[in-house]
């Protein structure tokens, strides 16, 4: 029998000094929902990935380009980034907290497990900055 799961987001406290901490929520059937928490990162940095990525600001803020469209985003702001479409972290306030949620590419093929910098000519780039994926234990069920 499958069950419910239940977690909590990470706090303020969680954030890292430099770098991104990218935290895995939950994923099913080509979809992956992450918490990424951004310390002080340098930028500007690029992304190209083939799936949809959908992003809310949990707090702190940022400013995005993509395509040719600049967004400045604080608190409750959400964005859908379209797969396909370049798109580029201008600016970020350190500390900002981030909820992503990935879907599948356009082919229908599963998400890849961490998001790709690019350099501006497309191909790709040694990252920057880490993004190491955590996985978080699973808590016994309660009777």
């Known amino acids: 029998m499958r069950r419910a799961r239940r977690g909590r987001l990470s706090g303020p406290q969680a954030v890292p000094d430099s770098g991104e901490l990218t935290v895995v929520l939950a994923a099913w059937a080509g979809t992956r929902v992450e918490e990424i928490l951004?310390?002080?990162?340098?930028?500007?940095?690029?992304?190209?990935?083939?799936?949809?990525?959908?992003?809310?600001?949990?707090?702190?803020?940022?400013?995005?380009?993509?395509?040719?469209?600049?967004f400045d985003l604080g608190v409750g702001d959400w964005l859908l980034l379209p797969g396909g479409v370049p798109h580029r972290l201008e600016h970020m306030e350190p500390g900002t907290r981030w909820l992503a949620v990935h879907g599948q590419g356009p082919s229908g093929q599963q998400v890849p497990g961490d998001r790709r910098p690019?350099?501006?000519?497309?191909?790709?780039?040694?990252?920057?900055?880490?993004?190491?994926?955590?996985?978080?234990?699973?808590?016994?069920?309660q009777p």
Request: charged share 25%; no cysteine; aromatic share 4%.
């Open 118 to 141: 690019t350099n501006a000519g497309g191909g790709p780039t040694q990252a920057r900055r880490a993004v190491p994926v955590v996985r978080r234990p699973r808590r016994p069920s």
């Open 38 to 70: 951004s310390g002080q990162v340098e930028l500007p940095v690029d992304y190209l990935q083939e799936h949809d990525e959908w992003v809310l600001v949990l707090s702190g803020g940022g400013r995005l380009t993509v395509g040719a469209d600049h």
